[in-house]
């Protein structure tokens, strides 16, 4: 367990914090805007795609997910409506 690496995941609307167990006991805080940001850290891939499986089973909307305490090349993906798609148009 030498190897976490904390995530930041902001999702649309106030998750209650008896989530919280359900979502690998990360820290959640309601923020002004109406959204929730959970944060702490996670083992590996496999326990933030648990999480992220949670979270769509919830039917939240997933407006950002960020690695925090890794290398400088850590990824951050913002899914706000106004992001570009990453998907190519099919023709």
């Known amino acids: 367990m ?9 999702v649309e609307s106030h998750l209650g ?3 919280s167990s359900r979502l690998a006991d990360m820290a ?4 002004q805007d109406g ?8 083992v590996d891939q496999a326990q933030l ?10 039917n939240t909307v997933l407006l950002d997910l960020r690695a925090n ?3 400088a090349a ?9 992001t570009p798609s990453l998907r190519k148009e099919q023709s």
């Open 74 to 82: 850590s990824p951050s993906i913002d899914m706000s409506p106004s």
């Open 69 to 71: 305490g890794t290398s």
């Open 17 to 19: 914090a008896h989530w």
């Open 35 to 42: 959204t929730t940001t959970l944060t702490g850290p996670l």
């Open 49 to 58: 795609h648990s999480v992220l499986t949670m979270l769509r089973d919830l």
């Open 28 to 31: 959640i805080t309601h923020n």
């Open 2 to 10: 030498d190897n976490l690496t904390t995530y930041s995941i902001r």
